[in-house]
């Protein structure tokens, strides 16, 4: 890992909704999407954060634009969505972090020279949940701790739908948290440069700049503009917005890009147009690999332009019912032109996740995301590679 530490109210046993009734379904129009007085943006607070147990110095926390030195390989680890909050939140505060992912899958995520997640809440001890949203989370700061300590995230994408939950007071100290812990965030921001500006890291023929965006925008005004506060989001593959500005800027200067998305509809094992679309345009825009999360269950998978793509990597500590997920292991070589891809089955019983051992659990899951995803094959290791380079792809 890059950086690395030496630790809720009102959270369902189960923060799932079907498609049909999830009012996160990405076909909403955004120009007529609500607002209302508590999600107007406010400025940033001048009220004093509480300090985190742990707070690391200037010195040791990445900022998202940082960079840092890197042999000629490099090993990303990705997780989807995470939630530390709830059931899992309350193993997280008394200290059991084994009891929400096992030791062994703890240490090869922080033995990868990056992890990111996607960090699925506010973090705050501020703030009121938005009334007519079904589900709301937040999450006290000193769960950042687990985080740091027991995943070893380096960059989390704060690009989805549940950061501004408790309105901008909270976000704005999701961010500050977030810093204090030296934790890199992508996706959201300040501004929209903020939102924009990726996490960069490495060198020597293998830097990797690393972007996050939203297609679920709960309501209009959660979008970053130019001095407001927001997210960033992509929901046109005509139109990839700041997203692409940003990626034309850096593709110069680094030797990849990984996008992580949060989009697609809920429990649906295919992705729909939309996501197909906004894949394939980030990848002609210079996108290496695309990475998406928020269905809560694993979505397929695809190698366009012998780029590849996973369109949804599932819960990955979240109070769910769904309990398949995995770990993405991205390697970048600086002698190879192409990404490895690894990818490890785990599985969620209650509050604990889990890497997936015995050989045919594994297979079954690799056989099943072979039959979901035209063209792509797994091998008894969980490295994905292509099986045609011309073949249909199959959305929803």
Same mark, same amino acid.
């Given at each position: 890992?890059?950086?690395?530490?030496?630790?809720?109210?009102?959270?369902?046993?189960?923060?799932?909704?079907?498609?049909?009734?999830?009012?996160?379904?990405?076909?909403?129009?955004?120009?007529?999407?609500?607002?209302?007085?508590?999600?107007?943006?406010?400025?940033?607070?001048?009220?004093? !954060?509480?300090?985190?147990?742990?707070?690391? @110095?200037? /010195? %040791? #926390?990445?900022? +998202?634009?940082?960079?840092? &030195?890197?042999?000629?390989?490099?090993?990303?680890?990705?997780?989807?969505?995470?939630?530390?909050?709830?059931?899992?939140?309350?193993?997280?505060?008394?200290?059991?972090?084994?009891?929400?992912?096992?030791?062994?899958?703890?240490?090869?995520?922080?033995?990868?020279?990056?992890?990111?997640?996607?960090?699925?809440?506010?973090?705050?001890?501020?703030?009121?949940?938005?009334?007519?949203?079904?589900?709301?989370?937040?999450?006290?700061?000193?769960?950042?701790?687990?985080?740091?300590?027991?995943?070893?995230?380096?960059?989390?994408?704060?690009?989805?739908?549940?950061?501004?939950?408790?309105?901008?007071?909270?976000?704005?100290?999701?961010?500050?948290?977030?810093?204090?812990?030296? !934790?890199?965030?992508?996706?959201?921001?300040? @501004?929209? /440069? %903020? #939102?924009?500006? +990726?996490?960069?890291?490495? &060198?020597?023929?293998?830097?990797?700049?690393?972007?996050?965006?939203?297609?679920?925008?709960?309501?209009?005004?959660?979008?970053?503009?130019?001095?407001?506060?927001?997210?960033?989001?992509?929901?046109?593959?005509?139109?990839?917005?700041?997203?692409?500005?940003?990626?034309?800027?850096?593709?110069?200067?680094?030797?990849?890009?990984?996008?992580?998305?949060?989009?697609?509809?809920?429990?649906?094992?295919?992705?729909?147009?939309?996501?197909?679309?906004?894949?394939?345009?980030?990848?002609?825009?210079?996108?290496?690999?695309?990475?998406?999360?928020?269905?809560?269950?694993?979505?397929?998978?695809?190698?366009?332009?012998?780029?590849?793509?996973?369109?949804?990597?599932?819960?990955?500590?979240?109070?769910?019912?769904?309990?398949?997920?995995?770990?993405?292991?991205?390697?970048?070589?600086?002698?190879?032109?192409?990404?490895?891809?690894?990818?490890?089955?785990?599985?969620?019983?209650?509050?604990?996740?889990?890497?997936?051992?015995?050989?045919?659990?594994?297979?079954?899951?690799?056989?099943?995301?072979?039959?979901?995803?035209?063209?792509?094959?797994?091998?008894?290791?969980?490295?994905?590679?292509?099986?045609?380079?011309?073949?249909?792809?199959?959305?929803?």
């Amino acid at each position: 890992m890059v950086a690395s530490l030496s630790g809720g109210v009102g959270y369902p046993e189960d923060a799932e909704k079907t498609a049909s009734t999830s009012p996160d379904v990405p076909d909403r129009d955004i120009s007529v999407a609500p607002t209302g007085p508590e999600l107007t943006p406010t400025p940033s607070p001048t009220a004093t !954060i509480p300090p985190p147990t742990v707070t690391p @110095s200037e /010195s %040791e #926390a990445p900022s +998202p634009a940082e960079s840092v &030195s890197a042999p000629l390989v490099m090993t990303v680890a990705v997780g989807g969505d995470v939630l530390p909050a709830g059931r899992i939140g309350a193993k997280i505060e008394s200290g059991e972090y084994d009891a929400v992912l096992d030791a062994d899958t703890a240490a090869r995520l922080r033995a990868a020279d990056v992890t990111m997640i996607n960090l699925e809440t506010s973090v705050s001890v501020r703030g009121e949940p938005i009334p007519e949203k079904a589900y709301t989370f937040r999450s006290p700061p000193e769960n950042l701790k687990f985080i740091t300590d027991w995943l070893g995230a380096d960059v989390v994408s704060i690009a989805n739908n549940h950061t501004l939950d408790y309105g901008w007071d909270a976000f704005h100290d999701t961010l500050a948290h977030l810093d204090e812990y030296g !934790i890199a965030h992508i996706g959201a921001g300040e @501004s929209l /440069s %903020e #939102a924009a500006r +990726p996490y960069i890291v490495g &060198s020597e023929g293998v830097r990797i700049a690393f972007f996050a965006a939203n297609q679920i925008l709960t309501y209009a005004n959660w979008a970053a503009g130019t001095d407001k506060p927001g997210q960033l989001i992509a929901r046109e593959a005509k139109n990839l917005g700041a997203l692409g500005d940003a990626m034309a800027q850096v593709r110069d200067e680094c030797d990849y890009i990984v996008v992580y998305m949060h989009w697609g509809i809920e429990l649906d094992a295919l992705p729909y147009e939309r996501q197909t679309e906004v894949a394939h345009a980030l990848i002609d825009a210079g996108a290496d690999v695309v990475i998406g999360a928020h269905p809560h269950v694993i979505q397929s998978f695809e190698y366009y332009n012998s780029k590849p793509i996973i369109y949804s990597i599932g819960n990955f500590l979240f109070n769910s019912l769904h309990p398949d997920t995995a770990v993405v292991f991205l390697r970048f070589d600086a002698a190879e032109p192409s990404v490895t891809v690894e990818v490890m089955p785990a599985r969620t019983e209650g509050t604990l996740t889990r890497a997936i051992d015995d050989s045919d659990g594994r297979r079954r899951l690799f056989d099943y995301w072979e039959s979901i995803s035209p063209g792509v094959l797994f091998d008894d290791d969980g490295i994905m590679s292509p099986a045609t380079a011309d073949i249909s792809f199959v959305t929803a």
